[in-house]
């Protein structure tokens, strides 16, 4: 009687032990591929990726050329909701309604996305053709900020943008523009070694502006012309 109550026993155990597994294993199945299919969105940049959270997402951001370099990390949020977030990270409200863009490639992003209205400031005029930009310009709209090394930053805190983009690893005088408190986000297409990967952070601005459906369908028209 003991022998078959103790086969029993180990029975049970060694069952809630193998489905306990298995579900914990499916669990893990589960948020592995919700994160990879999240991650395969991004399929040439190699500079920024994303995690997934159930109330969140997590921007990294890096060098793509170096493998030892500093890891740029945001926590992203949809505006007027405050999930709870990781502790020491700088959070973005999304979709951001104004921005400065420090170089013509993270300008040309919101070109393409017919966005220009979020930009309240650029850095320089010197290669800008663009008309819709020019009016603003000429409108007041946008305004320019001043040159790397020289930035206005009572221009900038009038400006009052939700983000600025930077070119960290030029020497571009970020460093005063700490002092105004608006978060200063990378933008490192320009890093990236390949026409696609370079290509592809036209995503990281829709993502920014809340645009990422239409920031996927443009970059898949210019994958498939640079196929052809």
Same mark, same amino acid.
């Given at each position: ?57 997590? +921007? ?97 805190? @009038?400006?009052?943008?939700? +983000? ?23 933008? +490192? ?18 993502? +920014? ?17 640079? @196929?052809?």
């Amino acid at each position: 009687m003991k022998k078959i109550y103790f086969l029993s026993l180990v029975f049970t155990i060694g069952f809630c032990l193998v489905l306990g597994s298995c579900r914990s294993g499916n669990r893990k199945k589960q948020n592995v591929v919700a994160t990879q299919t999240y991650r395969s969105n991004i399929r040439y940049a190699q500079g920024f990726w994303l995690e997934q959270h159930e109330n969140y997402r997590l +921007l990294h951001i890096k060098d793509p050329q170096s493998e030892t370099s500093s890891e740029y990390t945001f926590a992203l949020r949809q505006r007027g909701t405050h999930p709870e977030l990781p502790p020491h990270i700088p959070v973005l409200d999304l979709p951001i309604r104004g921005v400065i863009c420090m170089t013509s490639l993270q300008l040309s992003n919101f070109i393409k996305l017919g966005a220009t209205s979020q930009v309240v400031g650029i850095s320089s005029t010197r290669f800008l053709n663009n008309a819709t930009i020019r009016q603003q310009l000429a409108e007041g709209k946008t305004q320019k900020i001043g040159i790397e090394g020289n930035f206005d930053a009572e221009i900038i805190m @009038n400006l009052a943008p939700d +983000l600025i983009l930077i070119s960290p690893f030029k020497q571009g005088g970020y460093d005063a523009m700490k002092e105004v408190d608006i978060p200063l986000v990378p933008h +490192l297409g320009y890093k990236e070694t390949t026409p696609l990967g370079q290509a592809e952070w036209i995503k990281f601005v829709g993502l +920014l502006i809340g645009e990422e459906e239409k920031a996927n369908k443009i970059f898949n028209e210019i994958e498939q012309k640079y @196929n052809d």
